[in-house]
């Protein structure tokens, strides 16, 4: 058994980049060792920002010998007269044996020629120099690079590579143009603290031999002494660090040997919203702060940066830092300034200069729609005069920070600043909250919006968008999403779930297309609605399945399939279609469900093969007692005029407990109709006796589908 290393040295690799590489070659390393049938006890991936590296341990020297049987064609096709055919001596020629070691064997096709032909094992050495170039060149990034004058891609040149089986170099090259690397046991280590190249003797001394040089080539490693560095250093400056696990997971690939370096700003600074100090240092310059305490609600006039400098110059390592974020800073306070010398208000005309979308026009007039559209949900809601003057308010300057200079520079700040100025203006705090809140969620780990303003103002921003891009036909397709139209509709249901708000989307949806259809009169108003409707059903079976965990056919029960009636009910109360999802889904656990499925699956199967209308609920008006022909159409019918009242009640308090109660009474009366000593033949010769029997069962399919289409339930 032999161990194996691998190194590939580049330039500094971007951090995402080095991510990703770690992950594809954890899949693609021992996928393609398995493929060549070799095994191992271990693989282990290693990086930095100047490396990629492979260790695989106990390898076998050699691939085992193995014996393949392969068929070929018929024997009727193989031999005539007893004789081989062309086919199967170019058979045999093909697999590189004699005809006479043909074998006819029996198959579930008829008789077919196969030869059992041994392949002797190749030495595993010679298979990895095969190997290496794929695991270097499958690397997908999303940018690569050509370097020198060849056509090699890769996101940043090669300049070394390290391949060693055992102690023994293993020959690769790689050509790229003019620019030729050759394998050697040799590798670089720090830039700066071990600048001369070092000799790998082996595998097993890589680890020991790149530390001896400052590098930590071991990721896991890194964080794990980034992590503790930056909890000692704030605890040496008395606060608490902010780790973002996104920052720390970029810094990890940034540096090979981490120092903790502690910089400082002015105290004057701390005057900025904590959240514009925040993003100077994480988003642009890569710092952590420092909080006073554990709420995080105050900064301390300092910062973390990781260097992978010496850290003996941490002093001056700590000042340039500083420099630079104290110019940061000092900008950061202007434009804060700039902006607070106006009302927010002040900067709505500006936003008529800022493009939405190409043919919908600007974000002053998508403002106008937000406005019209949350007035809507307002209305619907029922809600008080302050509450309504708050969400108008709100919506009309939810944009207006666009156009701030703060927000023109830091763009990650938009909502956060228009909250800011909207405080510092004398906004009620409900129109300020709401301003950052109806940007959430920003995605599906994000927080939902807590106020009812902020709720509103959400929901309103994103069905105009979700009608505007659909109605110029730009729908997602595949993994294209431009717009995050999935992201939007998703937003807008567990908006609605979590705060629970009685809104008829089905009543904004077509509210909104005929105004969008004012300003694009070309537009297929009926076409537009309909694929809004399936768009957003489609969002509501993905978040009952994935996030409520409700059975695929449930789901479906509740949604219908292809069915228009049940799509405008499911947008017309949200809230319902959620409590019936869920409440089938808890009465399939405890088995209540089972008790009635079979005879109300039945029914509302064969109730598809009439023509009654599935509203009707009322047994008097479309059944007609005179024809029954046996007792159990009675007994069938007297139910019914009993769970009549039962439904209505039930469809009024949403207790579907109720109605599935009274269902499961009439199940014994229904089953006697099916199979009881007097059954009937639902589909009787006589036309009148046959509809009105069909009458009856789609009564009962009628009131179950108060609750779902048992029709869609697999048992």
């Known amino acids: 058994m032999s161990d194996f290393l691998l190194e590939v040295g580049t330039e500094d690799l971007p951090a995402g980049f080095v991510s990703d590489a770690i992950r594809q070659w954890q899949e693609m390393i021992p996928a393609s060792l398995a493929d060549a049938a070799l095994t191992s006890d271990l693989i282990q991936i290693y990086a930095t920002p100047r490396r990629l590296a492979a260790i695989v341990t106990n390898l076998p020297d050699r691939q085992i010998d193995r014996v393949e049987e392969i068929k070929g064609p018929p024997a009727a096709a193989a031999y005539k007269d007893g004789l081989p055919t062309p086919a199967a001596v170019g058979f045999a020629k093909k697999q590189g044996v004699d005809v006479s070691s043909l074998e006819l064997r029996p198959t579930d096709k008829g008789e077919f020629i196969f030869i059992t032909k041994t392949i002797a094992g190749r030495d595993t050495s010679e298979i990895l120099t095969e190997l290496i170039p794929q695991w270097i060149f499958k690397l997908e990034g999303k940018r690569l690079m050509r370097w020198a004058n060849g056509d090699l891609k890769f996101p940043r040149p090669i300049r070394w590579l390290v391949t060693l089986w055992n102690e023994t170099i293993l020959p690769i090259e790689i050509v790229n143009g003019e620019d030729v690397v050759k394998s050697d046991r040799i590798s670089q280590t720090h830039r700066v603290l071990h600048p001369a190249p070092v000799s790998v003797v082996s595998a097993t001394q890589y680890l020991k031999t790149l530390a001896d040089g400052f590098v930590n080539v071991d990721q896991d490693r890194r964080k794990t002494d980034i992590q503790q560095q930056i909890q000692a250093a704030a605890t040496q400056m008395g606060g608490v660090a902010e780790v973002y696990p996104d920052l720390l997971a970029e810094v990890v690939n940034l540096v090979e040997y981490p120092t903790a370096v502690v910089g400082r700003f002015d105290d004057e600074f701390l005057q900025l919203p904590p959240e514009v100090i925040t993003t100077v240092m994480v988003t642009h310059q890569r710092y952590f702060p420092i909080f006073t305490d554990a709420s995080k609600q105050k900064l301390l006039p300092h910062f973390i940066t990781i260097s992978n400098g010496d850290p003996a110059k941490s002093e001056i390592i700590a000042a340039g830092n500083g420099r630079v974020?104290?110019?940061?800073?000092?900008?950061?306070?202007?434009?804060?300034?700039?902006?607070?010398?106006?009302?927010?208000?002040?900067?709505?005309?500006?936003?008529?200069?800022?493009?939405?979308?190409?043919?919908?026009?600007?974000?002053?007039?998508?403002?106008?729609?937000?406005?019209?559209?949350?007035?809507?949900?307002?209305?619907?809601?029922?809600?008080?005069?302050?509450?309504?003057?708050?969400?108008?308010?709100?919506?009309?300057?939810?944009?207006?920070?666009?156009?701030?200079q703060m927000v023109g520079e830091f763009p990650e700040l938009q909502g956060i600043m228009g909250s800011k100025y909207a405080i510092a203006n004398g906004e009620a705090p409900e129109v300020a909250t709401a301003i950052i809140e109806h940007y959430l969620p920003r995605n599906a780990e994000d927080s939902l919006p807590q106020t009812l303003t902020g709720q509103v103002v959400g929901i309103a921003d994103r069905l105009d968008t979700l009608v505007c891009i659909f109605g110029l036909g730009m729908l997602p397709t595949g993994s294209s999403d431009p717009f995050a139209l999935r992201r939007a509709a998703n937003a807008i249901v567990n908006i609605v779930w979590n705060a629970n708000l009685g809104i008829?989307?089905?009543?904004?949806?077509?509210?909104?297309?005929?105004?969008?259809?004012?300003?694009?009169?070309?537009?297929?108003?009926?076409?537009?609605?309909?694929?809004?409707?399936?768009?957003?059903?489609?969002?509501?079976?993905?978040?009952?399945?994935?996030?409520?965990?409700?059975?695929?056919?449930?789901?479906?029960?509740?949604?219908?399939?292809?069915?228009?009636?049940?799509?405008?009910?499911?947008?017309?109360?949200?809230?319902?279609?959620?409590?019936?999802?869920?409440?089938?889904?808890?009465?399939?656990?405890?088995?209540?469900?089972?008790?009635?499925?079979?005879?109300?699956?039945?029914?509302?199967?064969?109730?598809?093969?009439?023509?009654?209308?599935?509203?009707?609920?009322?047994?008097?008006?479309?059944?007609?007692?005179?024809?029954?022909?046996?007792?159990?159409?009675?007994?069938?019918?007297?139910?019914?005029?009993?769970?009549?009242?039962?439904?209505?009640?039930?469809?009024?308090?949403?207790?579907y407990q109720q109605l599935i109660d009274a269902l499961a009474l009439l199940t014994p009366a229904i089953g006697n109709l099916f199979d009881g000593d007097d059954s009937v033949m639902v589909m009787d010769d006589n036309p009148a006796i046959k509809t009105n029997r069909l009458n009856l069962l789609g009564l009962v399919r009628n009131h179950a589908r108060v609750l779902a289409d048992f029709g869609a339930i697999v048992k």
């Open 325 to 404: 974020v104290r110019a940061r800073l000092a900008d950061g306070q202007y434009f804060y300034n700039a902006d607070l010398a106006r009302p927010l208000a002040d900067y709505l005309p500006k936003l008529a200069t800022v493009t939405f979308q190409a043919d919908l026009g600007s974000v002053r007039l998508k403002v106008d729609r937000i406005v019209a559209n949350a007035n809507s949900i307002a209305t619907q809601l029922n809600l008080s005069p302050t509450e309504c003057q708050n969400i108008s308010r709100a919506a009309l300057l939810a944009k207006a920070d666009l156009v701030t």
């Open 504 to 655: 008829n989307l089905e009543r904004l949806i077509d509210r909104i297309v005929t105004e969008f259809s004012q300003i694009r009169t070309q537009v297929n108003t009926t076409e537009l609605t309909h694929q809004l409707q399936d768009f957003l059903i489609q969002r509501l079976r993905n978040l009952l399945q994935e996030d409520r965990h409700i059975d695929y056919d449930l789901v479906n029960a509740v949604l219908g399939e292809n069915d228009r009636e049940y799509t405008q009910r499911a947008l017309t109360d949200l809230l319902d279609t959620r409590d019936r999802a869920v409440f089938l889904q808890q009465i399939r656990d405890n088995g209540t469900l089972a008790n009635i499925y079979v005879t109300v699956n039945r029914s509302s199967k064969l109730a598809a093969q009439g023509n009654l209308n599935t509203q009707q609920l009322a047994p008097t008006q479309v059944v007609q007692t005179n024809l029954f022909q046996k007792s159990s159409e009675q007994a069938v019918y007297d139910g019914l005029i009993a769970l009549e009242p039962q439904t209505k009640a039930a469809q009024a308090s949403r207790n």
